[in-house]
């Protein structure tokens, strides 16, 4: 199991500055509520703190990113686990990829099973490389289902899950999970970094939200 130090550092300061923390701070206009939200992501408190709007896989290098299939981008990201579990955040544990479960008399595979030691709890990841669908987020509750009461331990949280997506429909996606009492978030992913107009408008997306 890959673990990764969970008390705030320099090292983690300096990942949140490259994870575009560094231009919330300083396009915003309220510096302490944005850096609190900094903070929220080096030592998350719960789930919402542990997950991000949008991941940036740059790291990746990949020429043509229109053309990933899902096992390619799966095996990238494996192969790039380093990068990759930085990208998501403090706490992150892997775990296991295409995880294997029995429910009923057949066999799932959820594509990517991390451990939060902070929150501890249970985090798992479907990618897709397309739009979110109600079909992937139903997919995704089925799995928590199965975790939360097969695989949760006493001493455990709840699970969360994340859709990764190229894309989303925001009201679809509200809808799919309205009725759930599960931690289901969908994130979108890009596999290059955004241009200089793309940067700016995420940007003051962010500082909104903040």
């Given at each position: 199991?890959?673990?990764?130090?969970?008390?705030?550092?320099?090292?983690?300061?300096?990942?949140?500055?490259?994870?575009?923390?560094?231009?919330?701070?300083?396009?915003?206009?309220?510096?302490?509520?944005?850096?609190?939200?900094?903070?929220?992501?080096?030592?998350?408190?719960?789930?919402?703190?542990?997950?991000?709007?949008?991941?940036?896989?740059?790291?990746?290098?990949?020429?043509?990113?229109?053309?990933?299939?899902?096992?390619?981008?799966?095996?990238?990201?494996?192969?790039?686990?380093?990068?990759?579990?930085?990208?998501?955040?403090?706490?992150?544990?892997?775990?296991?990829?295409?995880?294997?479960?029995?429910?009923?008399?057949?066999?799932?595979?959820?594509?990517?099973?991390?451990?939060?030691?902070?929150?501890?709890?249970?985090?798992?990841?479907?990618?897709?490389?397309?739009?979110?669908?109600?079909?992937?987020?139903?997919?995704?509750?089925?799995?928590?289902?199965?975790?939360?009461?097969?695989?949760?331990?006493?001493?455990?949280?709840?699970?969360?899950?994340?859709?990764?997506?190229?894309?989303?429909?925001?009201?679809?996606?509200?809808?799919?999970?309205?009725?759930?009492?599960?931690?289901?978030?969908?994130?979108?992913?890009?596999?290059?970094?955004?241009?200089?107009?793309?940067?700016?408008?995420?940007?003051?997306?962010?500082i909104k939200k903040l």
């Amino acid at each position: 199991m890959l673990v990764l130090n969970t008390q705030p550092s320099v090292r983690e300061f300096r990942r949140q500055i490259d994870s575009l923390t560094y231009e919330r701070v300083g396009l915003s206009g309220n510096n302490k509520d944005a850096f609190d939200e900094a903070i929220k992501k080096i030592k998350p408190q719960q789930a919402t703190d542990l997950v991000k709007s949008h991941y940036f896989f740059d790291f990746l290098n990949i020429r043509q990113p229109h053309l990933i299939e899902e096992t390619e981008l799966e095996q990238a990201l494996i192969e790039h686990l380093q990068q990759f579990i930085t990208e998501l955040g403090n706490g992150f544990c892997f775990e296991a990829r295409q995880k294997r479960i029995l429910i009923g008399d057949e066999y799932y595979f959820i594509d990517l099973v991390f451990y939060h030691r902070i929150l501890k709890c249970h985090i798992l990841v479907e990618l897709k490389t397309e739009t979110a669908k109600h079909e992937h987020i139903g997919q995704l509750k089925v799995y928590l289902q199965h975790y939360k009461k097969i695989v949760q331990e006493e001493n455990d949280n709840p699970p969360v899950g994340i859709l990764l997506v190229t894309n989303q429909n925001k009201t679809l996606v509200e809808y799919a999970i309205a009725d759930s009492d599960l931690d289901i978030f969908v994130s979108k992913y890009q596999l290059q970094l955004p241009n200089k107009t793309e940067l700016e408008a995420f940007i003051n997306n962010e500082i909104k939200k903040l």
